[in-house]
């Protein structure tokens, strides 16, 4: 009996930590697809930054959490912390030698992940800018993956970073309205002032009209039908917004030739 407890004990100890905020997993995933969509040709070394992703995102968790406990973490956990640590070093350093991108990209996403640390060790990992900050580390360093081989053109990489850091952070306002932290109208707001900076970077075309009609939909949902989106189980939240970015991402395979020339 002792034996088999022992066994299972240890077998736990095997299983992937993997964090609760299935909206991470899935915006980071995206950001991702949209890249590689984007991309010229598929290449080997894509899914590797995916994997690069998905341990750099686990081990940040992991250190948040270990900083903030008051008890030592749990043997799986630790396990996993080291295994998170040396996959995304031992990542970072294949990558580096093949993506010149890296470079510009990688020290982007440390700043903002430690300012985003510093945050949730002040405990305002929840704020507004903390939010912020994941999506815009999510889109940024999801767009190794655009044309990874190739020569990076960084006034690109930022202006794609700009729409979906925006786009993305739009979910922070719907998801604050729908726990009461912020009135019904939040989101609308947000939508009007980002969709006016980029119409003012951008200009008016099929593209940002497109996502326009998006933001404003989305925005709808807090503003019109609060009492029904509040109603709505959380599961059915989730496909609604997996739909949205799948509209999202559809509208930037359609107007790839218009995005792509978008620079700053």
């Not at 640390?117 to 940024?140: D, G, V, Y």
């Not at 900076?197 to 075309?205: H, P, Q, T, V």
């Amino acid at each position: 009996m002792l034996i088999n407890i022992l066994l299972l004990k240890k077998s736990s100890n095997i299983i992937p930590y993997w964090s609760k905020q299935h909206g991470a997993y899935i915006t980071l995933i995206v950001s991702w697809l949209i890249a590689v969509l984007l991309s010229d040709e598929f290449s080997w070394i894509q899914p590797a930054i995916l994997l690069f992703l998905l341990s750099s995102l686990n081990l940040t968790e992991l250190m948040i959490e270990a900083i903030n406990r008051k008890t030592p973490l749990p043997s799986r956990k630790k396990i996993w912390l080291i295994i998170y640590s040396s996959l995304s070093i031992a990542l970072a350093l294949f990558l580096l030698y093949f993506l010149e991108a890296l470079s510009y990209v990688l020290p982007v996403v440390s700043a903002f992940a430690l300012v985003f640390i510093f945050l949730a060790i002040r405990k305002q990992q929840k704020s507004i800018l903390a939010e912020w900050i994941t999506f815009a580390m999510f889109s940024i360093a999801a767009l190794l993956a655009f044309n990874p081989l190739k020569e990076p053109s960084v006034k690109i990489l930022f202006a794609l970073s700009l729409l979906m850091s925006v786009y993305f952070g739009q979910s922070i306002f719907l998801v604050k309205t729908r726990l009461k932290r912020l009135p019904n109208y939040s989101a609308f707001v947000y939508s009007v002032l980002v969709l006016a900076g980029l119409f003012l970077l951008f200009g008016i075309d099929l593209f940002t009209m497109g996502l326009a009609v998006l933001l404003i939909a989305k925005s709808l949902q807090t503003l019109v039908w609060p009492d029904w989106y509040n109603r709505l189980k959380i599961k059915w939240v989730g496909m609604l917004e997996m739909t949205y970015h799948l509209v999202f991402l559809i509208l930037l395979l359609i107007f790839s030739a218009s995005v792509l020339r978008y620079q700053i």
